[in-house]
């Protein structure tokens, strides 16, 4: 049998992801195939608005070190902890409890007491994390090193001691950066500057005092001599995102997705729900409106008769109408009629 070659329109396919480099903590990619805001959007959403547990109030029992409360508690916020399967936690504005559940945060415990003669760290190890908790992951403190210690929380020396109590929450690093899942996005597009989006600053030459980047090889340089292109826009954008460890690379990237879409929706929602009833800029029919505004600037939305808590209409006359005293009396200028001062 004979294969005819097949030609693909990459436009038609839609966006196109290519994996160059991935390890445990770390994704390199190329996304291809869309344009800037929503390549942008990618980056932004990944940073920002992807859900993670951090401790977010730490209770003190016993703090003896050289440390303060509030240094200790900062400290711990910032410690990573694991996130994996985020989203069977509730947001704790969400939940139904008073302050704080086994659905919507973790508990941790940290006791240490120094009773040697040489100075004694606390590790993130020796938080102790509640069984009473969404699944078997999230809370747990990430630790990556070797030694399996984790992150410095405190030295404490002999006789000093620390005995607290945490309490994890999920949020975004829109509220604060220690719900952060990334360490660092890195954003490229148009590595030759073609486009003329980035404006070098240069002593003598741009092409020495400038380095190139790595995706400089990936795309060809521009030809001598050859014309600007007005009309030209980037369509491959290269991404480099770092986990601090609560989440794999991968699954930074498809909760961003999904959090962009959910934003998406509702917005999609906001605009074509009852769209039949919509009246433009004042909403829906059965909406608030406004007060409408005659062609003489007068307000028309009383009807004749109408009568407000202070007179008929509010106008001349009334309670407040010309020359009636305010409830309080003359004032030392006379009545305050409608009209001026009487």
């Keep these: 049998m004979d ?39 990618i980056r932004r959403v990944i940073m920002a608005e992807v ?48 302050q704080y559940c086994e659905r919507c945060s973790v508990t941790l415990t940290l006791h ?35 030694d399996g210690l984790g992150t410095v929380i405190a030295k404490l020396r002999k006789g000093q001691e620390l005995r607290l109590k945490c309490i994890a929450k999920k949020g975004i690093a829109k509220e ?11 954003f490229e597009y148009d590595p030759h500057n073609k486009l003329r989006h980035m404006d070098m600053w240069y002593e003598s030459d741009a092409l020495a005092e ?25 369509d491959r954008f290269y991404f480099e995102v770092e986990s601090v460890g609560n989440h794999e690379p991968d699954a930074i990237i498809q909760q961003g997705i999904k959090v962009l879409q959910q934003k998406l929706a509702m917005v999609i929602s906001d605009l074509t729900e009852g769209s039949s009833g919509a009246n433009g800029a004042n909403g829906y029919d059965n909406a608030p409106r406004s007060p409408d505004i005659d062609m003489d600037g007068n307000t028309a939305w009383q009807e004749p008769g109408y009568t407000t808590p202070y007179g008929n209409g509010g106008g001349g006359g009334g309670q407040w109408g010309q020359g009636a005293a305010t409830p309080y009396g003359a004032t030392p200028y006379g009545q305050n009629g409608a009209n001026g001062w009487a």
Aim: glycine share 4%; hydrophobic share 40%; with cysteine.
């Design 3 to 41: 294969f005819e070659p097949m030609m693909m329109d990459t436009e038609a396919m839609g966006p196109s992801v290519k994996i160059t480099e991935a390890g445990a903590n770390h994704v390199d990619f190329e996304l291809s195939n869309v344009d800037l805001a929503f390549a942008n959007s």
């Design 51 to 98: 859900p993670t547990m951090a401790i977010d109030l730490v209770e003190v029992e016993a703090n003896t070190s050289v440390l303060a409360d509030e240094f200790i508690a900062h400290r711990l916020g910032l410690v990573p902890l694991v996130s994996k399967n985020v989203e069977e936690v509730e947001y704790s504005r969400d939940c139904e409890c008073e």
């Design 210 to 234: 400038w380095p190139k980047s790595k995706y400089a090889d990936w795309e060809d340089p521009p030809q001598e001599g050859e014309p600007f292109n007005y009309d030209a826009v980037p």
């Design 112 to 146: 240490a007491r120094c009773t040697g003669d040489e100075i004694m760290k606390v590790y993130a190890r020796d938080l102790v994390v509640d069984s009473q908790r969404a699944n078997q992951w999230v809370g747990n403190p990430v630790i990556t090193d070797t």
């Design 176 to 186: 604060h950066a220690k719900w952060a899942p990334t360490s660092a996005v890195g």
